[in-house]
């Protein structure tokens, strides 16, 4: 392998397993470790190659034809394997078929279209949030993170009410699914045919009420020259991602405020610093932590002086998490600041694949902030944090917390 000076560099190799418990429970050494080693690093117990750098994995994001989606953007590559699941028209799909799926979802996920749900999700926010506060001890994962978007998200698409505890499931299963076939993966996949029955029946079109953004993306997907079972397929992307992602982002954020009562404090002050504050939990604590790709043809990754050559057809794991912290791209990057411009993340991605759910996602996380410090002066743990483990999301099980309206 040579680079464009005409050095030859050979990436690093590493049996580091990005998908054991201990680097799921903290995976910030494992993220300096590989940063440190090298643009690229070749992990030989997957044989896929790592990217931990900001500016790197930026990049790669943002070419599409020489890093593609369609052969999964998980560990398995769908032109050798089996998918678990039909792939996703979105997530698993290269331009210029993606292209059109994304114009779809995208009239339907539009600014104004969220906009229109933001008195009703501050509303409920704030009742949720207050009842809470009331009782002055809470579970802000089991009664707030894992409560709010399931009540939320599922009325604005219109979906049944009977058998939503099944979204948390599913998307258990497609999150850990990006994985290896490990135990989390196996554990998730247990019920896994009654799940996927209730995901299949309540993404037809008949199944949504007429009202919601279920019933639109149907009929902008009809417009667009989808078959039906497309437009459902279509809708279980937003049955796949935007349940879980949500719920542990808030748990996220709820535990960087608890364990920073200085950042609490200043969001307390200012609460409209709340859309800010959570787009700083997103950089410092990405609930999405990987996503692979797939190289379509040997291609250079890094600064020209230290350039990897990757050959084609191999899977690329990229650490978003890591990138978020790479010193190289952030000043202090293992502080947690609100006042700082957390911009240019990746923990929402980049490039055409970035999140197209993300402005509910961020009314989502700032209506919960912003309640949260208009009704609690202070906020402290109050028991033991428990993770709960997932090949792709980082997150907690149960994160019990003291409040004083
Ligand atoms: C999808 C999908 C599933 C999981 C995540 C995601 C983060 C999309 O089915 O399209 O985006």
């Keep these: 392998m040579t680079s464009a000076t005409g050095l030859r560099v050979e990436a690093p ?6 998908f054991c418990d201990e680097f799921l429970t903290d995976p910030y050494p494992g993220h300096a470790a590989l940063r440190e080693a090298g643009p690229v690093v070749y992990l030989s117990r997957y044989r896929v190659w790592a990217l931990a750098r900001h ?11 020489a890093f593609c989606s369609s ?34 979802v ?12 933001r008195d009703e999700f501050a509303r409920r926010a704030d009742e949720l949030v207050a ?7 809470f579970d802000a994962v089991g009664e707030l993170a894992e409560v709010f978007p399931v009540a939320v998200f599922p009325d604005a698409v219109g979906l049944a009410v009977d058998g939503r505890e099944h979204l948390m499931a599913y998307a258990a299963m497609v999150f850990n699914g990006f994985g290896p076939r490990n135990a989390h993966f196996e554990r998730s996949l247990r019920n896994a045919e009654q799940v996927q029955a209730w995901i299949a029946a309540n993404c037809e079109p008949d199944a949504v009420s007429p009202d919601g953004l279920g019933a639109k993306l149907h009929a902008a997907a009809r417009e667009e020259g989808y078959s039906p079972a497309e437009a459902a397929r279509l809708l279980r992307s937003f049955l796949s991602a935007g349940v879980d992602t949500t719920v542990y982002a808030l748990g996220n954020a709820v535990a960087c405020l608890a364990e920073h009562p200085d950042q609490y404090a200043a969001l307390r002050a200012d609460p409209s610093r709340a859309r800010a504050a959570f787009e700083e939990v997103l950089r410092f604590r990405s609930p999405v932590q990987t996503f692979f790709r797939t190289t379509t043809r040997p291609v250079e990754v890094g600064a020209p002086d230290d350039a990897v050559t990757i050959p084609a057809g191999e899977k690329v794991l990229l650490f978003l998490g890591a990138a978020n912290r790479d010193p190289r791209r952030w000043a202090d990057p293992d502080q947690f600041d609100i006042g700082r411009r957390a911009v240019g993340h990746l923990g929402l991605g980049a490039g055409p694949h970035a999140c197209v759910g993300q402005m509910m996602a961020r009314l989502e996380g700032e209506v919960i902030l912003t309640a ?5 002066a202070e906020l402290h743990l109050a028991g033991p944090v428990r993770p709960r483990l997932n090949n792709t999301l ?9 409040v004083v309206a």
């Design 13 to 18: 190799t590493s049996d580091l397993d990005p």
């Design 55 to 65: 500016a790197d994995i930026d990049a790669v994001l943002k070419d599409p034809e």
């Design 71 to 104: 052969a999964g953007v998980g560990l398995t590559d769908f032109r050798k394997e089996t998918p678990w699941r039909p792939p996703s028209l979105l997530l698993e799909a290269d331009p210029p078929d993606h292209t059109r799926a994304r114009s779809v």
């Design 106 to 117: 995208s009239r339907v996920l539009t600014p104004p279209a969220v906009r229109r749900l």
């Design 131 to 137: 009842s809470l506060v009331a009782r002055g001890e």
């Design 372 to 376: 949260l410090a208009g009704r609690a």
């Design 394 to 402: 980082h997150g907690l099980d149960s994160l019990p917390v003291r």
